[in-house]
């Protein structure tokens, strides 16, 4: 996504570049200059063919691009119906609810992995990848064997007589949410782990020798050391669960409805790819919007600082 | 390659047929030497029952068949507009296709060339189209748990919808199409009254009668899942799926009672890199051989060339839906309409849903 790059501090000077130049650039400046120029020259290609190209399709399919009837607005008038704008509520309710779960239980689980001993953490590294690479609609189906009415939980509450009759834990929003958090969980905390390795425990340890009372040093210390992993975790969380689709359709037994399977039906049922584009449109419009909201609160460029600074 | 279980499987069958298969004669204008991509619904049971009504199609005529899935309107459109079609068969749901001819992505299907491999008259007129030619025809059907419901199921959806009489959680497609079918017959509209839809009617039906629906489902894979799980008790499910299930011991009913068949066709992309081998595979997959076959395989579904039905046991015949007792009642999924009202529906249908 461009605000990234955008994000980079103007003001630092990029160390891959030298220096502007007082007289006359030495033979390895320029040679430096050179270099740097022609390895930055592929990434720079594959981020506008791979990245900028296609959302300028998208934004000009939003008009009516490539359709028969030209420049129209029609897509964003469509979509100002009620039924979209109700879908686009769930789904941003869907999303940071999601968000906020994730990083209430990836918080401790990254706090586990970065501090007890290595042997144990890549154990809990390896399960975390291991779901990981297990496809979405596997694991979207494992969750129904558990959750189900004769299901893994149910079977066992209902065996050691804490219920009678089977709750209902899938096809329906709490299913949802239990699918999404789990998918979604282990993004967060990879994200999580990195910014927490990289605080000092110095800190901890003076803070705690100064006086402050364990609950005091991890709201002033490690908390706000941490702030950019769980920043940056969530934003992808975020992005990840607003687009997200077969989860909630299928462990939401249609009482989770969410904007993306109305793209979904714009775009395979009836054939309206200006409506599907103008739709994506407005949901990057939103998830921009998010970063921008990030940036005043916490600052996105502290996602590429590492903690402890 | 599951081509080659496929051809063995056939093999297999062609022996035990009386006018077995012959391989390696195909007529001379149907020799070739391309490469086909076959776009179809995907998954393990759809490949070995495409395999087996293709046959020793690659042998007698030399053209090579590949499978890709899953047909997308959409992604053809895309492809016709970059100039670089992938596809040369596609299996089309009937409203695809529609929606496919209205953006001019279809070439006219060869009839000359498929009467020189099959009986004109052997063919359901019906099923014959200028830009495509029956696939199969598939099915949603009521279904229950013959434990918890009991031997005797709803045979209507009025009485599918009799939550006193049926007691039992109750699952439909979490999709327009073909739940307002089901909506308006549950209401009281004879099959054959039920299109055009009246749409009002539909979705006051759907207030009723959809706050009764304990589950939605929105992929066909699900139904295994359920019906194994004992999740749900009645069902309107897909009748390969359900069919499926039973032959492995599950204790479920079905009744073909106001069932609701959907009709899928061939077709061939305009501007497919291979144009003229498709016709020539699509003629093939009209042989009553092949579709006897893959019946045999799988009994669940319809299909275009009526003489695929001869030498088909009485036991496997009471339960394709195609055969006259079963379709009597049935009602076949008007897709002209959905054309053009599914905007519209879907728009309704998602604020149904959004509402809930």
């Known amino acids: 996504m461009t605000p990234f790059e955008a994000s980079e501090p103007a003001g630092k000077s990029n160390r891959l570049l030298p220096d502007p130049p007082s007289v006359t650039l030495t033979a390895w400046q320029r040679q430096q200059r050179g270099l740097t120029v022609s390895l930055m020259a592929l990434p720079v290609v594959a981020m506008v063919a791979v990245f900028v190209m296609p959302l300028l399709v998208l934004l000009w399919m939003s008009f009516g691009g490539g359709g028969k009837t030209g420049f129209s607005l029609q897509g964003y008038i469509d979509l100002a119906q009620p039924v979209y704008l109700k879908l686009l509520a769930f789904t941003l309710q869907l999303a940071l609810l999601t968000t906020v779960l994730c990083a209430l239980f990836a918080y401790p689980l990254a706090y586990l992995m970065v501090n007890v001993s290595s042997r144990f953490a890549a154990w809990m590294g390896v399960v975390l990848f291991i779901t990981l690479w297990l496809s979405f609609l596997a694991r979207t189906f494992a969750w129904i064997i558990i959750l189900q009415r004769r299901g893994l939980v149910n079977n066992f509450l209902i065996g050691i007589g804490v219920i009678d009759s089977p709750l209902e834990l899938v096809y329906n929003k709490l299913g949802a949410y239990i699918g999404m958090v789990h998918i979604l969980l282990p993004f967060m905390v990879l994200t999580l782990i990195p910014a927490m390795k990289a605080i000092d425990p110095a800190y901890v340890r003076a803070g705690l020798s100064l006086g402050a009372g364990p609950a005091r040093v991890f709201r002033d210390i490690y908390l706000p050391l941490s702030l950019p992993g769980l920043v940056a975790g969530s934003m992808l969380v975020f992005t990840l669960a607003f687009g997200f689709f077969i989860t909630p359709a299928i462990l939401g037994g249609g009482r989770a409805p969410t904007i993306v399977m109305a793209i979904r039906d714009q775009i395979q049922q009836l054939g309206n790819l200006q409506l599907a584009a103008a739709t994506s449109m407005v949901l990057l419009v939103f998830c921009l919007g998010l970063l921008f909201l990030y940036d005043r609160i916490a600052g996105i460029d502290r996602i590429y600082d590492k903690g402890g600074k | ?356």
């Open chain 2, 1 to 356: 390659m599951k081509s080659r279980f496929g051809l063995v499987a056939l093999v297999a069958l062609g022996m035990s047929l009386p006018f077995g298969l012959h391989a390696q004669d195909a007529p001379a204008e149907f020799k070739g030497t391309g490469k086909l991509v076959v776009n179809n619904w995907g998954g393990p049971i759809v490949e070995r029952m495409h395999a087996a009504w293709y046959g020793d199609f690659a042998k007698a005529t030399g053209i090579d068949v590949s499978f890709t899935s899953i047909p997308d309107v959409a992604k053809l459109k895309i492809m016709s507009q970059v100039g670089n079609v992938e596809w040369d068969v596609v299996d089309f749901e009937g409203a695809q296709m529609l929606q496919a001819m209205k953006n001019d992505l279809l070439e006219p299907i060869d009839y000359d060339l498929m009467y020189k491999l099959v009986p004109k008259e052997q063919l359901d007129p019906a099923q014959m189209t200028k830009y495509g030619i029956g696939s199969i025809a598939f099915g949603t059907i009521m279904a229950w748990n013959t434990e918890s419901v009991g031997k005797k199921g709803p045979s209507s959806w009025t009485e599918f919808f009799d939550t006193a009489t049926f007691k039992g959680r109750r699952a439909l497609y979490a999709r327009p199409k073909p739940t307002l079918e089901i909506m308006l017959m549950a209401d009281g509209v004879a099959a054959k009254d039920v299109y055009p839809i009246d749409i009002d009617r539909a979705f006051k039906a759907l207030e009723k009668f959809g706050p009764k629906v304990d589950l939605w489902v929105e992929k066909t894979s699900q139904w295994d899942v359920l019906i194994q799980n004992k999740e749900v008790d009645l069902m309107g499910s897909s009748l390969a799926r359900t069919m499926a299930q039973i032959e492995k011991g599950e204790p479920m009913a079905i009744s073909f009672n106001q069932s609701i068949m959907e009709q899928s066709y061939w077709t061939i992309p305009k501007g497919a890199p291979n144009v003229k081998d498709a016709q020539k595979l699509v003629a093939w997959m009209m042989r009553a051989e092949g579709q006897r076959a893959s019946l045999k395989l799988l009994p669940y579904y319809s299909m275009a060339n009526k003489a695929a039905l001869d030498g088909i046991p009485k036991e496997t015949l009471a339960k394709l839906p195609g055969a006259p007792e079963n379709s009597a009642n049935s009602l076949t999924i008007n897709a002209g309409w959905w054309l053009e009202h599914d905007a519209e529906v879907q728009t309704r249908w998602l604020d149904w849903l959004s509402r809930r």
